[in-house]
């Protein structure tokens, strides 16, 4: 079945610098792949995604690139600020059911000025 | 605010209680889900609703009992709960059919005693 395996953290970055979570996938057919950001407090909402292979999704200065050679989907941005301190989730559908998402298990993230 | 508001934020029972969390979307969605978020683990899905049939109930313990009067309303009704049942839980709705990005509310965080 489809499955995501997503970098562990926590990971703690200064203000500015670049980041990186990687983020592999395990699918059949070629669903759409997302990533989900938690900021503290809340529930989960959409930071990007991208619809098939080659397809970048970005937003907010967050980037990602559907690559069906290595079967991944790694999230970069090139600043981060403090505002970005939040958990990221990768996440893609079942291609069976469609509606039933798999979730990586999220990754940390901190910046601190 | 993402469309899908949760109540009560907090919520915490004895092993003997019996409570409901209510989810409630604004969004016409047709498609609803439980998903429980612990720490350290992936956000299971528990439960699936689409247009008020339930299409997915992912080996949850009866102690946990939805119900999905209309398509805007979601209920998880909780008795005789564990230590171990401690969690986030969230709610979330979509359009039904593939690959349609899911909005998350805020959550009920629960605590078992």
């Known amino acids: 079945g489809n499955s995501v395996t997503q970098m562990e953290g926590p990971v703690t970055l200064s203000e500015e610098a670049f980041l990186t979570i990687n983020c592999t996938y395990t699918?059949?057919?070629?669903?759409?792949l997302f990533w989900y950001v938690q900021y503290p407090g809340e529930g989960l909402q959409l930071l990007l995604k991208a619809t098939k292979a080659d397809d970048k999704g970005s937003n907010k200065g967050f980037e990602a690139t559907y690559r069906k050679e290595t079967t991944s989907f790694h999230l970069e941005k090139g600043s981060v600020q403090v505002s970005d301190s939040a958990v990221y989730f990768c996440a893609l559908p079942s291609t069976l059911t469609g509606n039933q998402f798999y979730f990586g298990t999220g990754t940390s993230l901190t910046v601190i000025p | 605010e993402t469309g899908v508001t949760q109540t009560p934020r907090h919520l915490v029972m004895g092993m003997t209680n019996k409570k409901s969390l209510k989810c409630e979307q604004h969004?016409?969605?047709?498609?609803m889900y439980w998903y429980k978020q612990s720490a350290k683990k992936p956000l299971e899905l528990m439960f699936v609703y689409n247009f008020k049939e339930q299409t997915e109930n992912n080996s949850v313990p009866s102690r946990f009992s939805p119900e999905c009067p209309n398509s805007s309303h979601l209920f998880l009704h909780l008795h005789t709960l564990q230590p171990e049942d401690s969690a986030l839980y969230l709610c979330a709705s979509s359009q039904s059919g593939h690959y349609n990005e899911q909005f998350f509310g805020p959550g009920t965080r629960l605590t078992v005693l």
């Open positions: 969004l016409g969605h047709n498609a």
């Open positions: 699918a059949t057919g070629y669903p759409s």
